[in-house]
């Protein structure tokens, strides 16, 4: 039987088992394909568990062991030892009913950073809803109707929000653009606790918020909504997210990260200060 451990643990060790493969299967000289067909799988495959993207069989990762020339037992067991971590049960393996794949793996992403930067241009992030929020966002998007997968999408959605009390919580720098606090999700009511939420949470020492004012001519982020993603392991590169209706990307090339890195900075520089964002909150919620 697996382990059950802190998503975010095994997601780690399930990217750093596969940049640990890669490494030994360039370093060998051998093809995605050849390696592929040494554990009877696709190229594809290969390339997905490179990735982290799909869970290991040990048996398979043995295989490609001994192709990649590592026959020191000693070296053996500690990539083996990696595979039965990265194969740990994450809590949210429970809810796979309601959240597709994709969606899990930025599950464990997020749990596993040290620093989530992200915007936001129609929903307050996903980290800072309440539950009524989150309940009267999903509803409205359609596509669930079902009342009891509505309330497993939003259960979900409060256990996500743990991450930021955790002992070793990430550092949040969210800049919500301000039509997501004039957008009348559920009323009045609802949208003032929503935005009660967002002050209690600016108290936060791991929690930086930050308006982008409506009317803003030097908008940096044409292409909508999106997060960096940053680890404390070296061998980690940072990790762009980006959610669309029906999967999300996944960008990890530098120079990629680095557009987006360059984008947040200036986000972050040309939105309200934590300290005048809270001013208009307080001033958003006396209008509602």
Same mark, same amino acid.
């Given at each position: 039987m697996n382990a059950t451990q802190a998503g975010g643990g095994a997601t780690v060790r399930r990217l750093l088992l596969g940049s640990q493969l890669r490494r030994l299967r360039e370093a060998r000289g051998v093809s995605r394909e050849e390696a592929g067909y040494s554990i009877r799988a696709s190229e594809s495959k290969i390339s997905r568990m490179e990735l982290g993207r799909v869970g290991f069989k040990e048996r398979d990762v043995a295989d490609?062991?001994?192709? !990649?020339?590592?026959?020191?037992?000693?070296?053996?067991?500690?990539? /083996?030892?990696?595979?039965?971590?990265?194969?740990?049960?994450?809590? $949210?393996?429970?809810?796979?009913?309601?959240? *597709? =794949? $994709?969606?899990?793996? !930025?599950l464990g992403l997020e749990e596993a950073a040290t620093l989530i930067r992200s915007y936001e241009v129609q929903f307050v992030h996903g980290l800072l809803q309440t539950a009524a929020y989150a309940r009267s966002v999903i509803t409205h998007g359609g596509h669930v109707t079902e009342t009891e997968e509505?309330?497993?999408?939003?259960?979900?959605?409060?256990?996500?929000? #743990?991450?930021?009390? #955790?002992?070793? #919580? *990430?550092?949040?720098?969210?800049?919500?653009?301000?039509?997501?606090?004039r957008r009348p999700w559920g009323g009045p009511d609802?949208?003032?606790a929503q935005v009660d939420r967002l002050l209690e949470l600016?108290?936060? *020492?791991?929690?930086?918020?930050?308006?982008? *004012?409506?009317?803003?001519?030097?908008?940096?982020?044409?292409? =909508?909504?999106?997060?960096?993603?940053?680890?404390?392991?070296?061998?980690?590169?940072?990790?762009? !997210?980006?959610?669309?209706?029906?999967?999300? /990307? !996944?960008l990890d090339k530098p120079a990629e990260v680095a557009e987006y890195a360059g984008a947040m900075d200036g986000l972050l520089a040309d939105s309200l200060s934590p300290e005048r964002t809270r001013e208009l909150l307080r001033s958003v919620r006396q209008e509602l």
């Open positions: 490609l062991l001994t192709l !990649y020339g590592v026959e020191a037992d000693q070296e053996r067991d500690s990539v /083996l030892g990696l595979v039965r971590a990265a194969n740990a049960t994450s809590w $949210w393996q429970g809810y796979g009913d309601v959240l *597709p =794949g $994709w969606f899990q793996n !930025y509505i309330e497993r999408r939003v259960e979900v959605r409060l256990k996500r929000q #743990a991450v930021l009390t #955790a002992e070793r #919580a *990430p550092r949040l720098l969210a800049v919500l653009d301000e039509a997501v606090l609802l949208m003032r600016t108290e936060l *020492p791991n929690v930086v918020l930050q308006v982008m *004012p409506l009317g803003f001519g030097g908008l940096r982020a044409e292409g =909508g909504a999106f997060s960096v993603l940053t680890f404390d392991e070296q061998d980690l590169p940072d990790i762009v !997210y980006l959610e669309q209706f029906t999967t999300a /990307l !996944y």
